[in-house]
């Protein structure tokens, strides 16, 4: 009888209480990772460098101290560093070091080459005293020979290690999500006998049938739908051009969202891509394109498209079906899904994390047409870095980048001096026809700065239209302001201190007031600017971006009912010191002035708005673009000091200096918050109290904690990561959550 050989006796996954014959053994787990992280990988022609990845990131379980902690044993054991080990000696001109990273940071994430942080560095692990590895692995695994970068892939000098680390988190990402999904598989199979179903459903060939079929049914012979029909069928042409960058410029009312999905769809069939990625700035709009998608897809829809985001309530998207809820979460892990709708937030932060959970879908963004919608609220601080990783995304990962946009940014790299931007987009071509007569024949509004005005005079404006949006730059000034109005007809209040369901159900009321011509006065911040579907005749905005004031522009005569004369945008400067631009703000609102002043006819032509954008990165200057340096700290750190960890902690386009407290708004809140305090893993409980919640400043929350108003929810199970206002009182149904001074406020019922 011939005796199997010795690696049969390595196991990777145990089962409690069974015999060994029921474990997966190690052979088995590598050799289907490897094949995993191959399929993966080969979306971007490193197919062998993905499989050499799966084959050795647990290489450290072929060792006796791995093999009795499988049988019981409480010992902590090094599994992953053997394997980034032999990938360094193994494969030599950095595609060693590239799979050591990956391999080393398989289960902790993404670590630092060098530099010290939360993770020991790659340096030191490759040095650390580990358990030696029985030889048996050499018999039962085969190695690729060599390793070597795909013939296509094309380098750019300036950032040949960005490139390299950027191709480090796909390998990464590859690896990760089949370690995960083998995992997965092998211990659904144990409890039911079947693998847990991900990704499938229609196809996107499919789904441009049915999109097509929901297109013929608008009327495009005569008006607005006549011109919007006019681009749908101009961009459409254009999706047989090569993959690369694209900028869509249609303003606002131009049937961009579904005309930008149209071609997406049209381009990924075209040449073979796998999904179509949507990405917007701000999750309100999220829901809302999610929700136009859905429609537009008819009875496919659901299924279809991805709505990945911290609001995100899965379990009401899947109809209370556990199945649908399972499968709906698991695809959120790794984007398999033939359309996902994300955030900003989301999208660019994955392009530069370290964590396993972010970095499991990057693969699945190769070979995808990525939309970038509003592409000019791209933060500042780091913008070289996103454009960085947009660019890379075109240039070596087969990806279609799509800047959708009505104020296009000056993001080019050109020729010219005066109006390149270092490091960014080359060969952009644009899909709409002739966008500047686009936005002569799309022309809504008529803008005009009206000077610097008090509150006194504020309220004037205010009272003098029965209709009219007023958008400020603070939320206390906006609650001020609404307070000054409070008693007059048609007065509404909109902050971000109302949680997500509270904004909805005030929007509901604003629209049908519109609806029904009655009184309606607005008081808001900027958060009605992107994306939100109201329709003024007049509107005011506070000095701020020009890319803010078109927005705001926006809401002025959106449905095109009035002429351009009727609908007024007003621009103005507030006398009040104490609600003047914070200095964030303050710079965008300088270069406003500097435009206003040269194309003040037309402050809102696409020739003001790219002399806007143009003298704002000039302002800025290639450094205050990239803040912390990132680019910088890549190319200095090379190879061996490539800085994974510390990109994750700067790379973040939110500052975290607040936290979220969840608000008892109605019934559905208070269940969902008992269903929290009783749940052993908070998962989609979470996401459906994420919103009820309003974030507090640091500061803000402090003063809440000190007073008693804000407790935590089972703080024996989740410490503070749930903090419940119990103190209903400092919650307000016209101004939302008051954390100024809670002390003068009622300290009733501080109990749950």
Not at 29 to 36: D, F, S, T, W
Not at 654 to 666: G, K, L, T
Not at 723 to 735: G, P, R, S
């Amino acid at each position: 009888m011939q005796m199997p050989p010795k690696s049969s006796h390595f196991y990777a996954h145990s089962l409690p209480e069974t015999d060994k014959q029921a474990w997966q053994t190690l052979d088995d787990h590598l050799q289907c990772v490897a094949e995993m992280a191959a399929t993966r990988a080969e979306r971007f022609g490193m197919a062998d460098a993905g499989y050499a990845a799966g084959l050795l990131h647990d290489l450290g379980k072929y060792s006796a101290p791995f093999q009795r902690r499988l049988e019981g044993s409480s010992e902590r054991v090094d599994h992953s560093t053997a394997g980034a080990i032999v990938a360094k000696q193994r494969f030599k001109g950095g595609i060693g070091d590239l799979l050591a990273y990956c391999v080393a940071g398989h289960h902790a994430g993404l670590a630092n080459g060098r530099d010290s942080g939360e993770r020991s560095p790659l340096s030191e692990r490759l040095k650390a005293d580990i358990p030696a590895i029985d030889n048996a692995w050499q018999d039962a695994l085969t190695l690729p020979q060599e390793l070597r970068p795909p013939g296509t892939f094309t380098q750019r000098s300036e950032r040949g290690f960005f490139q390299l680390a950027f191709l480090t988190r796909m390998l990464f990402s590859c690896l990760v999500d089949a370690d995960y999904i083998d995992t997965e598989t092998f211990y659904a199979q144990h409890e039911n006998g079947l693998a847990r179903q991900r990704g499938g459903g229609a196809s996107l060939t499919l789904l441009r049938d049915v999109l097509n079929q929901h297109l013929e049914t608008f009327d495009t012979e005569k008006g607005i739908n006549q011109l919007r029909g006019h681009i749908l069928r101009e961009v459409r042409n254009k999706a047989g051009m090569r993959p690369g960058c694209f900028s869509l410029t249609v303003p606002t009312g131009g049937g961009k969202t579904l005309a930008s999905l149209a071609f997406a769809l049209d381009h990924a069939i075209t040449h073979g891509m796998d999904r179509v990625i949507y990405v917007i700035p701000f999750t309100s709009i999220v829901e809302q394109n999610a929700a136009v998608f859905r429609k537009a897809l008819s009875k496919y829809g659901a299924e279809a498209v991805l709505e990945h985001h911290s609001t995100f309530d899965a379990e009401k998207a899947s109809k209370g079906d556990k199945d649908s809820l399972d499968k709906l979460r698991r695809d959120s892990e790794n984007w398999d899904a033939p359309i996902v709708v994300t955030t900003s937030v989301q999208f660019l932060e994955s392009l530069f994390a370290a964590k396993t959970s972010r970095c499991r879908k990057l693969h699945n963004i190769a070979h995808s047409v990525v939309i970038l919608d509003e592409a000019q609220t791209m933060p500042l601080p780091l913008l070289r870095p996103s454009v960085a990783a947009l660019d890379e995304l075109a240039l070596n990962y087969h990806a279609s980048i799509v800047l959708c946009t009505a104020t296009q940014p000056a993001l080019l790299e050109t020729n010219d001096a005066a109006r390149s931007f270092t490091g960014g987009f080359k060969d952009v071509e644009e899909l709409a026809p002739d966008p500047k007569n686009l936005y002569r024949k799309l022309k809504r509004v008529t803008v005009k700065h009206i000077g610097c005005l008090d509150d006194d005079q504020l309220r004037h404006e205010l009272l003098d239209v029965d209709q009219v949006l007023c958008i400020v730059n603070n939320r206390r000034h906006a609650k001020a302001l609404y307070e000054s109005i409070a008693d007059q007809p048609g007065a509404f209040h909109l902050t971000t201190a109302m949680c997500a369901v509270h904004r909805r159900q005030v929007l509901h009321h604003i629209r049908e007031t519109l609806k029904e011509g009655k009184p309606c006065r607005v008081v808001s911040t900027s958060l009605i600017e992107a994306g939100v579907d109201v329709d003024f005749p007049r509107v005011l905005r506070a000095e701020s971006g020009l890319d803010s004031i078109a927005q705001a522009a926006g809401r002025c005569n959106r449905e095109g009912k009035r002429t351009a004369e009727e609908s007024e945008v007003r621009i103005f400067a507030t006398a009040n010191e104490e609600w003047a631009p914070p200095p964030e703000l303050k710079q965008f609102a300088q270069a406003t002035r500097e435009v206003l002043r040269q194309h003040g006819h037309d402050p809102l032509s696409l020739e003001a708005i790219e002399a806007y954008f143009t003298l704002l990165y000039w302002q800025q200057g290639p450094d205050q673009l990239d803040k912390h340096q990132l680019l910088s700290l890549i190319e200095k750190g090379r190879l061996d000091g490539l800085p994974f960890e510390t990109l994750e902690q700067e790379f973040r386009l939110i500052d975290n200096n607040q936290r979220s407290v969840i608000i008892p708004r109605d019934t559905d809140a208070r269940k969902a918050i008992k269903d929290l305090a009783f749940a052993t893993s908070p998962g989609g409980i979470a996401r459906k109290v994420q919103l009820y919640t309003v974030q507090v400043p640091h500061n803000g929350f402090r003063a809440l904690e000190k007073v008693g108003a804000i407790a935590p929810i089972e703080p024996d199970k989740f410490n503070d990561q749930f903090m419940l206002l119990v103190n209903e009182d400092l919650y307000d149904d016209a101004l939302g959550l008051n954390w100024s001074d809670p002390t003068f406020m009622r300290a009733e019922s501080l109990q749950w």
